[in-house]
């Protein structure tokens, strides 16, 4: 079946830095979606991606569809302490289900 | 214009028992997923449906678990005679009809199912 690699696994930052996480699939797919999520909530959309190679910006993040169709990153700078959480990736097809990575888990150290 | 809503956003069953998540999806969606979250892990698919009708039920276990889409009021999502592995997390996400750059699905708060 399908599969999404999300990397790295967790990480700890200092206030301020940059943060940079990617995800990998075995299949490629038409959209690509960035989740946050706190604890105790739903998933909430950052950032999606319709075309390969597209690079989009919202704020702080930035994300980018791989030109293969098979991977994205996802980019935020300056990070501040509201940061922290866990971020999945998705892959979709479309009105298709969406299918999520393991997540990255964000710390944020003041 | 209220987001995803879902009810109740925790249940406790004893096994045996039988589970009913709601979901009333964004105001003009009309497509309805159901995904499960494990602790620590990202979320599954379990069944899309539409109004009335089930798309793709691929992500729902065989017996046990069913759902339904009506034509008036919420989704809800089916448990009966609930197993301790029956504890998750369970979210529902709506996405709007119309071409394929307004598919994206939002999300509800979920519910938190435990079963003792």
């Known amino acids: 079946g399908q599969q999404l690699n999300q990397s790295p696994q967790s990480m700890f930052i200092q206030e301020g830095e940059d943060v940079s996480m990617n995800c990998t699939s075995s299949?490629?797919?038409?959209?690509w979606l960035w989740y946050k999520q706190d604890p105790g909530e739903g998933p909430v959309l950052l950032i999606a991606?319709?075309?390969?190679?597209e690079l989009t910006s919202n704020g702080r993040l930035t994300a980018q569809f791989g030109i293969t169709r098979k991977d994205s990153f996802l980019n935020i700078s300056a990070s501040i302490p509201s940061d922290v959480g866990i971020y999945f990736c998705?892959?979709?097809?479309?009105?298709?289900?969406?299918?999520f990575g393991p997540g990255t888990s964000l710390s944020v150290i003041p | 214009n209220a987001g995803v809503m879902q009810n109740p956003r925790h249940l406790v069953r004893r096994r045996g028992q039988e589970a009913r998540l709601r979901c009333s999806p964004m105001?003009?969606?009309?497509?309805v997923y159901w995904y499960r979250q494990l602790p620590e892990e990202g979320l599954k698919f379990m069944v899309y449906?539409?109004?009335?009708?089930?798309?793709?039920e691929s992500g729902m276990p065989k017996e046990r678990f069913s759902a339904e889409f009506p034509k008036e009021g919420p989704s809800i999502l089916r448990i009966q005679q609930v197993v301790r592995g029956d504890s998750a997390a369970y979210f529902c996400?709506?996405?709007?009809?119309?071409?394929?750059?307004?598919?994206?699905?939002?999300f509800g708060p979920g519910t938190r199912l435990t079963v003792l």
């Open positions: 105001k003009g969606h009309s497509h």
């Open positions: 299949s490629i797919f038409n959209t």
């Open positions: 996400a709506s996405s709007p009809p119309g071409g394929p750059v307004t598919d994206t699905q939002y």
């Open positions: 449906l539409q109004k009335e009708n089930i798309i793709d």
């Open positions: 998705a892959g979709q097809w479309t009105y298709d289900k969406v299918i």
């Open positions: 991606l319709y075309k390969a190679g």
